[in-house]
């Protein structure tokens, strides 16, 4: 059995990131039948105070034989069944930094409690009733949520937002079944099956799938988030437009060619939606051994990259060097950014809006920036959405997003709906309509956890950090 499944005995581990000498507040979290004996056994509290259920206790935590003080904590109880896993929880509030939270936990650990695996709390929530697989999976969501938008898709997930939805497309399929199955055990009893009626309701419970399936990409997308690559040739603003971009002083600019030596990064949000923003080394021929390493690398980002942003000077135009650079950008999304418009004079800029406009068809979009004065920005931001919104992937008013393990069984369940309605329109017997439901029936409950197998669980609580 998956160690994940085998759930059995009193578990700990330390609920918060520790840093050392940073922390303010470190958790140790127990759960289990021990929990209380563990804790009455560690915890000393001074005074006359009520050890009941939902109080917190203040006092120190202490080794049982020695009697040596290992912090002064503060110790919160949550009996079952009123507590995340409904099981016995206690929780060590000690003060932060690396040594004292260890030691709790090793305490926690010689008196009967084991280190929790990855997610097994959850776990416990999840097979103990607390909550169904859809909320645990948006638990791990919100913990990684890199944007608000995407912290508020994980919360719609935790209150149930998309379980319910799921839950009724299954129960439609389980009435539909038990209409089917009545006729076959009792034909003689009841009026011939409405085949019409049976292909209308498959029909609009596959409409309904096909809707929660259009969220995936929009999930994906809150939760990685967009990798953009800032390419082109050396000295035509990439590492100024990063800065103004990201509003700080992340990257070197000078006049001279080759500044960049390296790949610099900075973590943005535009839309709702992460951006990983790549800065890269000017793409040249070079004899200099750092900047070719340099000029590598920011060809390995460009490749990787899901959006480039192509970036020329505007007073010398699209030049051969930047055709070469195009050559090598171009199986990716594009969109070409003219910097330094702003050092042009009017006839100068119609002559380069021209020049791009003829190369404008090849690209997703161009725009024009002065980075150096902040100038173009808000439109680079628009020209990102605008190609999001064009690939049909929506980044605001976020409600409910199913992930890549929702959208498969999502996949299979439809699949099966449309050969039950092949079997009903060739007149096969009732026997064969039913096949085919089952299976989408199963599916649709994988999702919730209402029919799920140990590999599965395993798959999904192992991405889960320790001590949640």
Not at 245 to 254: G, K, L, N, P, Y
Not at 358 to 373: D, N, W
Request: proline share 3%; with cysteine.
């Amino acid at each position: 059995m998956s160690e994940l499944l085998a759930h059995t005995g009193t578990i700990a581990a330390i609920a918060t990131a520790v840093v050392p000498q940073q922390g303010s507040v470190g958790i140790v979290r127990v759960s289990g039948d021990l929990s209380m004996a563990i804790a009455q056994t560690i915890f000393y509290a001074p005074g006359r105070q009520l050890w009941e259920s939902h109080r917190i206790i203040y006092g120190y935590i202490r080794h049982p034989q020695t009697k040596q003080v290992i912090d002064e904590s503060l110790l919160l109880i949550m009996q079952a069944p009123r507590s995340f896993t409904r099981e016995d929880v206690v929780e060590f509030h000690c003060h932060g930094g690396i040594i004292a939270v260890q030691a709790v936990l090793q305490l926690c650990l010689e008196n009967g409690a084991r280190l929790a695996q990855p997610g097994e709390f959850t776990l416990r929530a999840f097979l103990n009733g607390r909550l169904d697989l859809t909320q645990a999976e948006s638990i791990a969501d919100l913990v990684g949520a890199k944007s608000p938008q995407a912290a508020q898709s994980a919360l719609a997930g935790i209150t149930g937002k998309l379980a319910r939805p799921i839950r009724k497309l299954r129960n439609q399929c389980l009435d539909i079944l038990a209409e089917i199955e009545a006729r076959i055990d009792f034909e003689e009893d009841l009026p011939p099956v409405n085949e019409l009626g049976i292909i209308t309701e498959i029909h609009n419970i596959s409409l309904e799938i096909q809707q929660l399936l259009a969220t995936k990409e929009r999930g994906e997308l809150l939760r990685t988030g967009l990798k953009v690559a800032i390419v082109g040739r050396p000295n035509v603003g990439k590492s100024s437009l990063l800065n103004a971009w990201s509003q700080s002083d992340r990257a070197i600019v000078t006049d001279l060619p080759g500044t960049t030596r390296d790949v610099i990064e900075s973590q943005l949000v535009v839309g709702g939606i992460p951006i990983q923003v790549l800065d890269t080394a000017g793409i040249r021929e070079t004899v200099d051994q750092v900047e070719k390493i340099g000029v590598e690398r920011s060809r390995h980002a460009a490749n990787s990259a899901d959006l480039v942003l192509f970036t020329i000077d505007a007073t010398v135009g699209f030049s051969d060097t930047d055709q070469e650079i195009y050559q090598q950008v171009k199986h990716r999304p594009v969109i070409l950014v003219v910097n330094k418009i702003d050092l042009l004079n009017s006839s100068e800029q119609e002559k380069i809006t021209g020049q791009i406009r003829e190369f404008s068809s090849l690209i997703s979009s161009y725009i024009f920036t002065a980075a150096a004065k902040n100038v173009g920005i808000e439109q680079l931001e628009n020209a990102i959405l605008n190609l999001v919104q064009k690939d049909k992937i929506e980044a605001a008013n976020v409600d409910i997003a199913i992930n890549q393990r929702q959208a498969a069984a999502l996949t299979q369940a439809k699949i099966s709906l449309k050969q039950v309605e092949m079997t009903i329109r060739e007149k096969l017997p009732l026997d064969f309509w039913t096949i085919d439901l089952r299976s989408a029936i199963h599916v649709l409950g994988e999702i919730t956890g209402e029919e799920i197998t140990e590999s599965v669980l395993d798959r999904i609580f192992s991405k889960f950090c320790i001590g949640k």
